[in-house]
């Protein structure tokens, strides 16, 4: 129609529109619908043209068809992580998944590329259109792991309805570094004359694991004492020996007694200590031989 002012659109389920499912009026040539249809219908519209003096015969009806849209598959997991703990212990952590498809959807999870003992706490999980859920990995530190030892666990999850579709986390576990020391004595008590040198081999052994230093101070009452090492660095595993030398006061006299304190201490960590006290004794004197004399023997008849 010439002039237009405005055109009628009528969309309907049948070709003769008695059932009308959209209705709109326009000034313009084209039109977005603006209601929701169906999947996969198929849709008869028309048009009527009206201007001030009056309105057409509507057009000849057009059909269209909807289609059904693709569905669309799609996981997220929380981001990479890394914790650090002391060996012999577990670490979890906590992993969120959301998915981000359009349909509820399964998806697997594993876990690769690890060598400790790494655990899910589910094999699989659904989650609807958009929803988000948790899952759990522990990892066991191996009570062998040095300091600083670590082991990298990739944790995927794979949409059952389509493999395509997944995502995957990296978590790092560290060992933490632990510090500890032996010791052991043959003797921790000796005596020996006013004057002489008494040794003491005290043997260190690191039961932590990492290289560690420590430090060792005597503190004592009487005499003198020398200590064949006042820092020792020791790897992990390793053992090495200290010789403590008292020296007995040349004046003293038994029973007097020294005792000399070893403190022993880790520069890792301080609190990791300990201390023995050696007692060096003088030694009871030796007494002279008694003298014996003999007399003959007589016998009368």
């Known amino acids: 129609m010439a002039e237009t002012d405005e055109y009628t659109v009528e969309i309907a389920t049948d070709a003769g529109f008695g059932n009308l499912v959209y209705t709109a009026t326009v000034t313009t040539t084209s039109h977005p619908v603006g209601a929701s249809l169906s999947e996969a219908t198929t849709y008869f519209w028309r048009v009527t043209a009206a201007n001030g003096c009056g ?7 057009f059909s269209f068809t909807t289609v059904v849209p693709p569905t ?13 703990v002391v060996p012999s212990e577990t670490i979890t952590y906590t992993v969120s998944i959301t998915n981000t498809g359009d349909v509820t959807d399964t998806f697997d999870l594993a876990v690769g590329g690890n060598t400790w003992t790494t655990t899910l706490s589910v094999p699989t999980i659904e ?11 522990v990892v066991a530190v191996p009570a062998g792991a040095w300091a600083g030892e670590e082991d990298v ?15 995957a986390v990296v978590l790092t576990s560290t060992a933490e570094a632990v510090y500890g020391f032996d010791w052991s004595a043959e003797a921790i008590a000796r005596e020996g004359e006013a ?8 043997r260190l052994t690191n039961t932590g694991n990492t290289t560690n230093t420590y430090a060792i101070a005597l503190a004592g009452t009487h005499g003198q004492q020398r200590l064949s090492l006042a820092s020792l660095p020791l790897a992990p595993g390793h053992a090495a020996d200290v010789a ?18 070893v403190d022993i201490a880790s520069e890792g960590d301080g609190t990791v200590s300990a ?7 003088v030694a009871e004197p030796s007494l002279p031989p008694q003298m014996a004399i003999y007399l003959p023997l007589v016998i009368r008849p």
């Open 55 to 61: 309105a057409s015969a509507a057009s000849v009806p």
């Open 72 to 84: 669309y598959y799609g996981v997220q997991l929380s981001a990479d992580e890394a914790q650090t």
């Open 127 to 137: 989650l609807a259109a958009a929803e988000m859920g948790n899952f759990e990995v």
């Open 153 to 167: 666990a990739t944790v995927t999850a794979v949409s059952q309805a389509d493999n395509a579709a997944s995502d």
């Open 195 to 202: 004057g002489e040198s008494i040794t003491y081999t005290i």
């Open 244 to 261: 403590v030398v008292v020296v007995i006061d040349s004046e003293a006299v038994y029973p007097a007694t020294d005792a000399v304190t």
């Open 275 to 281: 201390e023995l006290v050696l007692i060096t004794a």
